[in-house]
């Protein structure tokens, strides 16, 4: 028998497990999608491969590794699995990402044991795997454009690198040192992880240590279920589109029917469209990884996560479908997913919506430059992502400007490491007036940037949000949405979501991320807050009379002309 | 003028001053309450508890987190910000990130921020990532914006931030000159005199806190001068920084960021002090007061310094201790959730604080935890301040942890502490496995009022061979303080390839650095002869992005340079990489040398070995037996050099306890600090 005490510190160790490989990753990483804008996922599991802890990352990453480490693990065989065995996979089908995101998974065994008592898996975002093109792939149509694959082979053999594997990495990207300081830092990270495993788990026992993992994970369930009961019970449908398949203009409709029981949550994606030509393709596992966002955010945004916790959660699919890409369906831009996180939401809505945000700006606006520097010479590929607008609820404006809630721990990437390291020049950088959706509370704002181009190069831009309009709730207003500009005040002028273009020295591109939806009918928003954003230039003054139906004057609000406005 | 020193440390809840003698060696301890309306109030109380002619005082050291708590509360000045053409919303589009912890939180709500967008404004000027000049300064619209910034906004202060000012801050000076010669009413602050790292955002929030601050640190600043003046003292008044070493209250008005983290800075400085003293090369800090538990690793004496911290929401750029705060203090609340025993993160803070206060409390603390453990004496508490109700305690640990959990009183009370030992034994392992060491090879030094209570449990829980008690370790951050240099640093991003030709390039700007650091310490009246300089160079492989801090002691070859580079990154990461080399800041720190106090052995001391007399029996929990039993007690104040002490005991000295339990044994060492460590197997 294990008292409440003794779960809570084995727990307490196991969570610090994961925070030492995550430190360890973030300092020894090569890469700036690694160490600024935190692309990586770290997850410790047991035995039977439930997540027992993870460290925070990208919310995408963790749920996408559960999967993945199934997968591997079944393919590799457990009975060919040593101590010291560090395996390496990308293969999308079943790493639940695209290629450029590579996962290590490992065994962890304790001395003189036969079988492994755990397993750690750290995903991360790598520059360059030889795919068709540097940077990003937009417009791949099958998976043997985007990369160097591997299904799942041991890197490190019974603690000794595989010099071949190695070689096959550095000769199938264009940026091997990078790629290869990413393994190794992986690597470090994996080490930690075990050594660190073995110790907590020889200091409490074997016994101790199980049980203590089981009532972890009933823990987690419980407290799903806890939160899972003050739902109302019903099935609720929602419907959103997405721009295009990144080869074809047709938008591409996604449909999720979501189900709440008092013990279950179902997310079923299978009424959505069949897999598309382009790479916007979703895994299955990294489509389950959308219930468990949502599921998260509904039932414990706080609380730690293992597999109890998603223990009542079914994600429902249809392979070969847009959200169960088989090969070779292409996988790379799978913003998606991205999109989609967000439209469990939307179905819910309709039942919860004081729970519940209004949309966002909708995806992350990824844009990335190509080329080599102006100065020094050096090939570059230089990316960023923009924050975008938040949906306001019932109780709060939105946020202006901030990452996406697939990816709420990501960073932009800073204006002086931008320009210095690519041939970009940033000239302005700024939230959008009148971008959030208005209403009693009102939508974040969007973020707009001016770039001029001081090199030749290319210039991508990745959205699959920038057609339709981020989505008010109870009478709130709908936002702007995201759009790229290419090249304005030219004849070459053109609104654009995802995008691949060539760049020349002077050109300029302006991208805007969309707003957040608006809550509750505008005019009956509070003129005085009014007032303050208009103080603070996040509103018009003309915005404020025509929607908000505010009168202000030389910055004081006018009580009688809002009177009769508002009649 | 005698030979008087003092040192004040400003808490949460007291303000703790310390004299000490240097002639007779006699060291006073004083305690105040902390005046949060006035400040320096409470500052002048603890100094007139002391009850010493200041005339006698040469030095008074003191460490306040006043500048913190205007952050934090948000009664900074009303400050306005200006920036590029293009860049007004720096500020609050950041980095775009949610903080730690609210990744899955649709419902996150940003605190108010410190300056808001009516008070941002944008000038044309910019240089490029080169330090191009591609838009000089337009003066007038610098005019034009500042004047309508402060009069619509009622501004008192204004930070203005340039992109690239690291590079080239001729921009940002020549608007500062402008507007101190136009606004002279109001104070302005520039980032590049403040910072001169790469990386917009941090420095342009480090140059708005700042601004922020300054106007009520330099109004405390005079106001605490005027009263010390008025009470007749005639000594150097200094306040300690958050980098360790301390300055004069004329730099740090100009520089009241480097104060924020002062008060805790001055345990660290005491712990470096006493690993020379003892010789201990690797130390693990552990201050557990009421409202904080921190942490700081010091190895080789060193204590860890960063050179960016978070200040409520805002990064910034500013060389601090290496201090985690790895837990919430006595007043966290524990609670069962679904069977499981959570402590924190809600604390009863001072009001209502513990069920033990008899206060109001109503949920059961760490602080109730340890009454029911039997390890505080009811009345001597604080020193007596505080009785605490220990039956009330009890009963509030049994009804809201032991039955949820099928536990006895004790047994929940146990679990509260050892669900603290484990989360504070994950973050001490966090801080050291980052850097590369192996937490068993330090010794732990535990203070604050609740340190010495729980260092020897993390001891044990953490196979850490020795715990160090020092000497009045409740107030052990202001005794530190006294032991303090003067001491500055600046800093210059210097971004190229480790070349002969780019160090030799680098040496300009060395030489400035030095310039600007050697005027300070002129200014401090440090003698030329006493200044000692020193210069670090911030490196990394090229293609990563963190920086290893070198040393450039001893002026090293270049191929010395890249060694010492290389075995550093294999020391903290288990690798090193054939790859080219790239400097990426330039440091200079200065220290004057202050004449210090010792710390005199302690007299009376007995045969080594002789058993100390308990002076009482009292029951309490064991952690080693894992049951309730009889533990010797003993009066600080009676220890002597030689004395042992063997556990289960509780050395009791008023304001703080320490416990050791079975298998450990304290030796009282010449200084009188308690050394404990576990008995051999």
Redesign the interface.
């Known amino acids: 028998m294990i008292d409440g005490p003794t779960i809570e510190i084995i727990h307490k160790y196991l969570l610090s497990a994961a925070e030492e490989m995550r430190r360890t990753l973030i300092r020894t990483a090569f890469n700036p999608v690694i160490y600024e804008v935190f692309d990586f996922g770290i997850s410790v599991y047991d035995r039977d491969l439930n997540l027992m802890a993870d460290a925070p990352g990208l919310a995408m990453f963790l749920g996408a590794n559960d999967y993945a480490i199934v997968k591997v693990r079944d393919y590799i065989g457990k009975e060919n699995l040593e101590d010291g065995d560090i395996i390496i996979m990308n293969y999308p089908y079943w790493n639940s990402a695209h290629t450029a995101d590579v996962t290590l998974a490992a065994p962890v065994f304790a001395p003189g044991e036969k079988e492994p008592f755990a397993y750690t898996c750290i995903r991360a975002h790598w520059m360059d795997l030889g795919a068709k093109d540097p940077g990003y792939v937009l417009d791949s149509t099958e998976i043997h454009q985007e990369g160097l694959i591997m299904p799942g082979f041991k890197v490190v053999k019974a603690g000794k690198p595989d010099k071949q594997i190695f070689d096959l990495i550095r000769f199938n990207s264009r940026m091997p040192k990078n790629v290869i300081g990413d393994l190794e830092a992986q690597i470090a990270a994996t080490r930690t992880g075990h050594a660190r495993l073995r110790a907590i788990r020889e200091k409490f026992g074997p016994e101790m240590f199980d049980a203590a993992v089981r009532e972890i994970l009933d823990y987690g369930e419980k407290v799903t279920l806890r939160e899972l009961a003050k739902l109302p019970e019903g099935t609720w449908t929602a419907e959103d589109f997405l721009d295009d398949d990144g080869i074809g203009t047709d938008p591409i409709p996604v449909r999720v029917k979501v189900t709440v029981k008092k013990d279950r949550f179902v997310v079923d994606f299978s009424e959505s469209g069949d897999a598309t030509r382009g790479p916007i393709n979703v895994p299955v596992g990294l489509t389950q990884t959308l219930g468990k966002v949502a599921l998260k955010a509904l039932t414990g945004p706080h609380a730690p996560t293992n597999a109890g916790s998603f223990r009542p959660l079914e994600v429902i699919t249809r392979p070969g479908s847009l959200f169960h890409a088989e090969y070779p369906s292409a996988t790379y831009t799978q913003w998606s997913a991205i999109a989609s996180a967000e439209l469990v939401f939307k179905a819910l809505s309709q039942a919860i919506p004081e729970k519940l945000i209004a949309s966002s700006g909708g995806d992350i606006l990824g844009f990335m430059m190509v080329g080599n520097h102006h100065k020094t010479g050096r090939m570059f590929a230089l990316s960023n992502n923009e924050g975008v607008g938040w949906g306001a609820s019932a109780t709060h404006d939105g946020l202006n400007a901030t990452n996406h809630i697939s990816s709420t721990m990501v960073r932009n990437t800073p204006v002086e490491v931008l320009e210095a390291n690519s041939s970009m020049l940033i000239e302005s950088m700024h939230l959008i007036q009148d971008s959030g959706g208005p209403g009693a509370h009102r939508g974040g704002l969007g973020q707009g940037r001016r770039i001029r181009f001081v090199g030749d190069g290319e210039f991508l831009s990745i959205t699959k949000k920038s057609k339709t309009r981020p989505w008010g709730l109870d009478g709130g207003g709908e936002a702007e949405a995201t759009g790229v500009y290419l090249f304005p005040g030219t004849d070459r002028a053109k609104r654009v979501g995802t995008y691949r273009t060539k760049v020349a020295v002077g050109d300029v591109i302006e991208t805007r991320s969309g707003g957040g939806g608006g809550y509750g009918a505008p005019e009956k928003r509070d003129p005085k807050l009014v007032l303050e954003d208009v103080l603070d230039g996040y509103v018009s003054e003309q915005a404020a009379r025509d929607i908000y139906r505010v009168a202000i004057r030389d910055g004081k609000l006018d009580e009688a002309a809002t009177k009769a406005l508002r009649a | 003028m005698g030979n008087c020193r003092i040192a004040v440390d400003i808490g949460g809840t007291f303000v703790d001053a310390v004299l000490f003698d240097a002639d007779s060696g006699d060291i006073r301890l004083a305690k105040a309450l902390t005046t949060p309306a006035n400040p320096s109030e409470g500052v002048l109380n603890a100094i007139e508890k002391l009850d010493v002619d200041l005339a006698d005082v040469s030095v008074i050291v003191h460490g306040t987190t006043l500048g913190l708590n205007a952050i934090i509360e948000r009664r900074g000045a009303k400050t306005g910000l200006i920036t590029n053409?293009?860049?007004?919303?720096?500020l609050?589009?950041g980095?775009?990130?949610?903080p730690?912890?609210?990744?899955?939180?649709?419902?996150?709500?940003?605190p108010e921020p410190v300056v808001?967008?009516?008070a941002i404004g944008e000038v044309p000027v910019r240089l490029?990532?080169?330090g191009e000049e591609i838009q000089p300064l337009d003066t007038a619209a610098l005019v034009e914006v500042a004047e309508s910034l402060i009069a619509?906004n009622d501004l008192q202060s204004l930070a203005v931030s340039f992109?690239?000012s690291y590079l080239d801050s001729a921009q940002e000076q020549q608007a500062a000159a402008i507007l101190r010669e136009r606004f002279p009413d109001t104070v302005v602050s520039i980032a590049s005199d403040i910072v001169r790292e790469?990386?917009?955002?941090?420095r342009t929030c480090t140059a708005v806190l700042e601004a922020y601050i300054r106007p009520i640190f330099e109004r405390y600043i005079d106001r605490i001068q005027a009263e010390l003046k008025a009470r007749n003292f005639k000594g150097m008044f200094l306040t300690m920084r958050s980098s360790g070493g301390a300055m004069t209250a004329a730099v740090a008005k100009r520089a009241p960021l480097h104060t924020v983290l002062s008060g805790p800075a001055g345990g660290i400085v005491g712990a470096a002090h006493l690993a020379g003293q003892l010789d201990r090369r690797l130390l693990l800090t552990l201050d557990y007061g009421g409202t904080s538990l921190d942490a700081c690793v010091i190895a080789d004496g060193n204590p860890n310094v960063v050179h960016e911290t978070m200040l409520d929401i805002y990064p910034a750029l500013l060389p601090v201790y290496d201090i985690r705060c790895i837990g919430a203090g006595g007043g966290s609340i524990a609670w069962?959730?679904?069977?499981?025993?959570?402590v924190g993160p809600r604390s009863a803070g001072a009001v209502p604080g513990p069920i033990a206060y008899d206060r109001g409390g109503l949920e059961p603390t760490t602080t109730d935890a340890a009454v029911t453990l039997g390890f505080l004496h009811p009345s001597s508490f604080t020193g007596g301040e505080i009785s605490l109700n220990v039956e009330k305690a009890r009963a509030g640990v049994k009804e809201h942890l032991a039955d949820?959990?099928?536990?006895d009183a004790m047994?929940?009370a146990?679990?509260?502490f050892?669900?603290i030992?484990?989360?504070t034994?994950?973050?001490l392992?966090?801080i050291t496995?980052?850097r590369g060491l192996d937490p068993k090879d330090f010794s732990i030094v535990g203070f604050g009022g609740a340190g010495p209570l729980i260092a020897p449990l993390i001891a044990i829980e953490m196979e850490i061979s020795e715990a160090i008690i020092p000497r009045f370790p409740s107030v052990f951050s202001a005794w530190g303080m006294m032991t303090s240099d003067l001491m500055t640093d600046q800093s210059q991003t210097y971004?190229a390839e480790l070349t002969p030709e780019n160090l030799e390039a680098a040496e300009v700007h060395f030489k400035a650095l030095e310039d600007s650091v050697t005027a300070l310490l002129d200014e401090q009246h440090v003698e030329r002869g006493q200044q000692q300089l020193l210069r670090r160079v911030d490196m990394r492989?090229l293609?990563?992005?963190?920086t290893l801090s070198v040393s450039l002691d001893g002026n090293p070859s270049i191929a010395d340079l890249a060694e010492r580079f290389h075995s550093l990154h294999f020391e903290?990461?288990?690798?090193r990489?054939d790859?080219a080399l790239e400097i990426v800041n330039l440091r200079v720190t200065g220290v004057g040398a202050l004449n210090k106090p010792e710390l005199q052995k302690m007299e009376g001391g007995v045969a080594s070995g002789t058993v100390a007399a308990p002076v009482a029996e009292r029951d309490a929990f064991c952690f080693v037996r894992n049951a309730p039993v009889s533990f010797k007690i003993h009066d600080r104040h009676a220890l002597r050099p030689g004395h042992v002490v063997a556990g289960p005991a509780i050395i009791d000295e008023g304001t703080s306890s320490t416990v050791i339990y079975t298998g450990q044994t304290i030796t009282v060492d010449d200084y009188g600090y308690l050394i404990i460590r576990s008995d051999k197997k």
Do not use: P
């Not at chain 2, 053409?85 to 720096?90: H, L, P, S």
């Not at chain 2, 949820?404 to 536990?407: D, E, H, P, S, T």
């Not at chain 2, 293609?543 to 963190?546: A, M, T």
């Open positions: 053409k293009g860049f007004r919303d720096i609050e589009i980095r775009g990130n949610m730690d912890g609210e990744m899955y939180n649709i419902h996150y709500q940003r808001h967008r009516r490029t990532a080169d619509d992109l690239y790469h990386r917009e955002y941090e069962s959730d679904e069977g499981l025993l959570k949820k959990m099928n536990l047994g929940a146990a679990g509260v050892r669900v030992a484990a989360q034994v994950g973050a392992r966090q496995v980052e971004i492989y293609g990563q992005e963190h903290r990461y288990g690798h990489i790859e």
